[in-house]
């Protein structure tokens, strides 16, 4: 994401995750919020609104497979994990868990 003070406006690359295929092309666009976290998950409205998904959800590639993954957090034998939703492969959890906490899901 890169920011125009000017133009008032985001310029925003993100990639239409839906369907089974995983690679997917990279787009633009822009957005009039300087508000946007870099590297996390939205999901965009009919208005083009975009709602964060992180905590809920993450993408990084994964430690298993090393293909890039969409994660959820997890519990497996007690210990937190994030868990990948394409490939259900699993490690443990490396993000601030206190985020998890303020959303509900510890």
């Known amino acids: ?24 092309p ?8 300087h508000t946007i976290e870099s590297g996390s998950l939205y999901l965009v409205d009919r208005d083009r609104g975009l709602h964060l998904l992180r905590p809920f ?5 994964c430690e298993t497979c090393h293909n890039w993954s969409t994660f959820h957090a997890d519990k497996e034998r007690g ?13 443990p959890y490396k993000a601030d868990a206190r985020v998890l906490q303020q959303v509900g899901l510890l």
């Open 57 to 61: 959800l993450t993408t990084e590639v």
């Open 79 to 91: 210990q937190l994990v994030q868990k990948s939703l394409e490939h259900g492969h699993n490690y």
């Open 1 to 24: 994401m890169s920011w125009d003070a000017f133009e008032s406006e985001a310029s925003v690359m993100f990639r239409r995750l839906m369907g089974d295929h995983p690679v997917v």
């Open 26 to 33: 990279t787009s633009t666009m822009k957005h009039p919020r």
